[in-house]
């Protein structure tokens, strides 16, 4: 290490900078902060001094909490706790993924936390307490120091402190709001709780922070942009991968493998991916059978990428060449999909879009020939879903906003008209069984709308052209390969 030393400062003004961080690394005598999750000293490839979770700096969590408290009324106090650990098994844990108002205020990733919010105090959190043996089996957690030094928390105390601390801030406010998706008996048995549900003076604090998460600030977009990207990409090679290994289960290992490989943390759902007559069904995820050759596969997925997800869905046929019914059906959804995305502006609603979906839809499958009368009910069985939902945090994100509410710029929502026929719907055989969404992600503007999945094709023959072009023998000599050794 001396003579590293030596090196470095014999020509000062080529190796300063080096010599600093060198010097910084060797000789500083403070450990890096655990927080239990990443921080800018742990993990400096994910995060950048001065935040609190990538891409989101701690000004903007502090900004968060203030204005949800100019939201709620004077005198009230709002709870939010952690999500709860799920168990796959008695003894094996699902992956923990963190409730997304809890994220939004705190930044904290970690489950056991309760935090409050009061116009007196600001932010403060309770948190839980880790033993030795914890830290041996699961490792650092976050605990109070965390709290105010990282999350920058106004108050902090353990978990253990809440039956001493919360009552009194429960007994001085006027209106108490939780979240009601995660409330534990830990503080809802508490008798100053039990009380003030008791005199009407606990409400749903939800109303609140999906207002606050509605629109995105840029720092959001900036994340969603990259979700929605890394999908795109991801979709695109398991679409190109398809025409090789044409069955649900390789198809859906091979969007998750690209999206995890691109950054992403998980998926934003268990992807849908049915072949066939398994497209018409709605949220299919069985994901067991091999495509046939010439039916088209649906294929709908999204990933989550620190905290933000994407969704989005494309139909096509694995073998390359759609069918004349195929092309008939897919042009109405296609350009039902385009048409609806040039509706999606500053002062247009999901349900406006909505509404013109339906009609479109609607007199499209009665040309064809499909429908044979004017009733909604026939036009619901071929597809019962709204045109799209708000998009964030969750993937329906928002969900105690309407979707009459008026658009407005930093809003993100999905366009994804769809047919779903089912196999014994009463029209020509051709039709039946077959199932198309195609689905993007718009971002209202204050110009109109940016599509953050615009880079995925969705034109029939962009999409034959992709498929039909693309060379395959890498991947067929490692199969051959594979083959020839068993």
């Not at 001094?49 to 709002?78: H, N, W």
């Not at 600001?122 to 490792?139: H, K, S």
């Not at 290992?253 to 998926?267: F, T």
Request: aromatic letters at 8%; glycine letters at 6%.
């Amino acid at each position: 290490m001396q003579y590293l030393h030596r090196k470095l400062t014999t020509n000062r003004s080529s190796f300063k900078t080096v010599h600093q961080v060198l010097l910084r690394h060797f000789y500083s005598t403070d450990k890096c902060y655990d927080a239990g999750q990443p921080t800018p000293s742990t993990h400096p490839q994910l995060l950048k001094e001065g935040e609190i979770t990538p891409g989101i700096t701690c000004d903007e969590y502090i900004s968060r909490r203030k204005r949800l408290l100019e939201l709620l009324p004077e005198q009230s106090v709002a709870i939010v706790a952690a999500a709860p650990v799920k168990m796959m098994t008695d003894v094996v844990p699902h992956n923990f993924r963190q409730d997304a108002d809890y994220l939004y205020i705190t930044g904290c990733q970690q489950p056991g936390g309760i935090a409050v919010l009061g116009h007196d105090f600001g932010l403060c959190m309770f948190m839980p307490e880790a033993t030795p043996q914890d830290v041996t089996w699961q490792g650092q957690v976050a605990g109070i120091d965390a709290a105010t030094e990282f999350f920058k928390a106004e108050q902090s105390y353990p978990i253990s402190k809440l039956h001493k601390v919360l009552p009194n801030m429960i007994k001085s406010c006027s209106t108490l709001y939780h979240n009601m998706k995660t409330a534990i008996p830990t503080y809802t048995d508490l008798e100053a709780f039990q009380k003030a549900a008791y005199n009407g003076r606990v409400h749903d604090l939800s109303l609140f922070t999906h207002e606050t998460r509605w629109v995105k600030s840029s720092a959001e977009l900036n994340l969603m942009r990259e979700s929605a990207a890394i999908g795109c990409q991801a979709l695109l090679q398991t679409m190109l991968h398809s025409k090789i290994s044409p069955y649900e289960n390789i198809l859906s290992a091979k969007v998750e493998y690209e999206c995890r490989m691109r950054g992403a943390q998980r998926m934003a759902f268990n992807p849908v991916v049915g072949g066939g007559p398994n497209g018409s069904v709605i949220h299919y995820s069985r994901n067991d059978q091999k495509v046939k050759d010439g039916d088209l596969v649906l294929m709908d997925v999204g990933c989550e990428l620190h905290g933000y997800v994407s969704d989005l869905t494309r139909t096509w046929p694995p073998c390359g060449s759609f069918s004349d019914v195929h092309k008939e059906l897919y042009d109405l959804v296609v350009e039902t999909n385009k048409e609806c995305i040039e509706l999606c502006k500053p002062g247009a609603s999901i349900q406006h879009v909505h509404n013109y979906s339906v009609d479109k839809l609607f007199r499209g499958l009665k040309e064809i020939g499909i429908l044979k009368d004017n009733r909604l009910h026939s036009y619901h069985q071929l597809n019962p879903t709204s045109i799209g939902h708000y998009l964030g945090m969750d993937v329906h994100d928002c969900s105690k906003i309407g979707y009459d509410r008026t658009l407005k710029p930093g809003v993100v929502i999905t366009i994804e008209p769809g047919i779903y026929i089912p196999a014994d719907f009463n029209c020509a055989e051709r039709y039946q069984g077959i199932g198309i969404r195609i689905e993007d992600e718009v971002l209202i503007t204050e110009s109109g709308y940016e599509v953050l999945t615009g880079s995925l094709p969705k034109e029939i023959n962009h999409i034959e052209t992709l498929l039909n072009n693309h060379s395959y023998g890498m991947a067929t000599d490692t199969r051959n390969i594979f083959a020839s050794s068993l």
